[in-house]
């Protein structure tokens, strides 16, 4: 573990994984650690992953203000990172609730993205976000799994808004393109790696503000992937090319048989095309 000192005195820990040139990994979640990234299937083996402890999650510090958990505040973390490497323009990826993030990164320091992946990332930051229409749109193609009927209902407990913890634990196959042992560890891991109050002010009144966000990467001049599962509701394909269309020159891949976690469901093609994509 490394660290560093965010502009507002909290104590931020990043974690160096592999070899290479560098690859600045934001976690999802929102607030999760950045321990459930891994090795992202084996892509260290080609870059350098510097994966990032948000403020108050993993091995970093709890800041004195809780507001500071506000996803727009916390662009200032990420430019103090970069800052902290020494690094002129970084290769930044980020997964999931980690593409608001990215953009707002992206928006406000455009000089120092050299390229920006997107894995199967929110994009609240330009105003698309993920419906429940989205979800049952993504489940339904679950059908002819063992596991679908009882996870299905406990879906419907969390639409309604009555769920349990039970009801959560019990949705999670939906979000793996497999639900074998490697998922179901993976999975296990979830509860203890997030900060439920830091996930919570994320997206809090404030955090976004998308016709601004939309205007200040309509010139990004970078190369930009957005990496989304065909088995995800978050993004569906279909909403991820709405992203990708915002974005100048941006690429869409879809991997085929994913899900939410794309590095565990087929290692070596997300690898491969994270590895294509890059400089």
């Known amino acids: 573990m490394s660290a560093l000192t965010a502009p507002d005195g909290t104590p931020l820990a990043y974690h160096l994984?592999?070899?290479?040139?560098?690859?600045l990994c934001l976690p999802g979640?929102?607030?999760?650690?950045?321990?459930?990234l891994g090795d992202l299937g084996g892509l260290a083996a080609h870059r350098q992953l510097i994966r990032l402890d948000l403020r108050g999650t993993g091995d970093s510090g709890i800041p004195a203000d809780p507001a500071t958990y506000r996803?727009?505040?916390?662009?200032?973390d990420v430019e103090a990172l970069r800052a902290h490497l020494g690094l002129e323009r970084v290769d930044v990826l980020a997964h999931s609730a980690a593409g608001d993030l990215a953009l707002l990164y992206a928006a406000r320091f455009p000089e120092r993205i050299r390229s920006l992946t997107l894995v199967t990332a929110r994009a609240r930051a330009l105003g698309i976000d993920f419906t429940e229409a989205h979800r049952r749109e993504a489940a339904a193609l679950r059908s002819a799994e063992p596991w679908f009927p009882a996870a299905y209902r406990c879906y419907e407990t969390v639409w309604a808004?009555?769920?349990?913890?039970?009801?959560?634990?019990?949705?999670?196959?939906?979000?793996?393109?497999?639900?074998?042992a490697a998922a179901q560890e993976h999975a296990a891991c979830e509860v203890a790696q997030s900060n439920e109050?830091?996930?919570?002010?994320?997206?809090a009144d404030g955090a976004f503000d998308p016709v601004a966000a939309r205007a200040a990467l309509a010139t990004l001049d970078v190369p930009v992937l957005l990496l989304a599962g065909e088995l995800?509701?978050?993004?569906?394909?279909?909403?991820?090319a709405e992203i990708a269309a915002l974005l100048p020159g941006a690429t869409l891949a879809v991997q085929p048989g994913a899900g939410h976690y794309p590095w565990l469901d087929d290692p070596d093609r997300f690898t491969g095309t994270i590895r294509d994509f890059l400089p």
């Open 29 to 36: 979640g929102p607030m999760r650690a950045s321990a459930y």
């Open 17 to 23: 994984v592999g070899k290479g040139e560098p690859l």
């Open 197 to 203: 109050e830091a996930g919570a002010r994320y997206a």
């Open 71 to 76: 996803c727009d505040r916390q662009v200032d």
């Open 232 to 240: 995800d509701s978050g993004p569906l394909p279909r909403v991820a």
């Open 161 to 180: 808004g009555s769920a349990t913890d039970a009801d959560w634990d019990a949705i999670a196959p939906f979000f793996y393109g497999r639900w074998d």
